[in-house]
């Protein structure tokens, strides 16, 4: 049985983001790609490790504030992505599934900060 954050869809969509770009980063080329490869494995790996520890918090403001960060790895990974392509490390047909993950889990994270919202609301009005 899934416990905890495991069982958030995010962080399940997130980690296969995470094995996405551990397929791409193995493909890239040019100058100084070991550095730029690193760089976009440790963006993606921050995206379910921000909203693994915010859930540690409970539906409190760190919550938010952790899937804020998660947020912005997010749009670091995709920032990388598309800064290979136009460093020619890799291809553009090569990044768009992933991208399209990126805007899935974006959507997610999203999603799930509605709900944590509301449950803070809910529980600062009773």
Do not use: T
Not at 5 to 34: P, Y
Not at 65 to 87: G, N, Q, T, W
Not at 104 to 120: D, E, N, P, T
Request: aromatic share 6%; hydrophobic share 50%; net charge positive.
């Amino acid at each position: 049985m899934i416990e905890g954050f495991r069982s958030l869809l995010a962080w399940q969509e997130a980690i296969i983001l995470l094995n996405m770009v551990a397929q791409i980063v193995a493909d890239l080329g040019g100058f100084d790609a070991k550095r730029a490869a690193g760089q976009l494995l440790s963006a993606a790996e921050s995206v379910p490790s921000n909203i693994a520890e915010g859930y540690g918090k409970g539906f409190c403001a760190d919550n938010l504030r952790f899937l804020k960060i998660a947020l912005s790895s997010l749009d670091e990974v995709e920032s990388r992505l598309l800064s290979a392509v136009a460093a020619q490390r890799i291809a553009q047909h090569r990044i768009e599934l992933v991208l399209r993950q990126v805007r899935r889990v974006r959507s997610l994270i999203r999603g799930y900060m509605q709900y944590v919202q509301r449950q803070i609301d809910k529980a600062q009005s009773a």
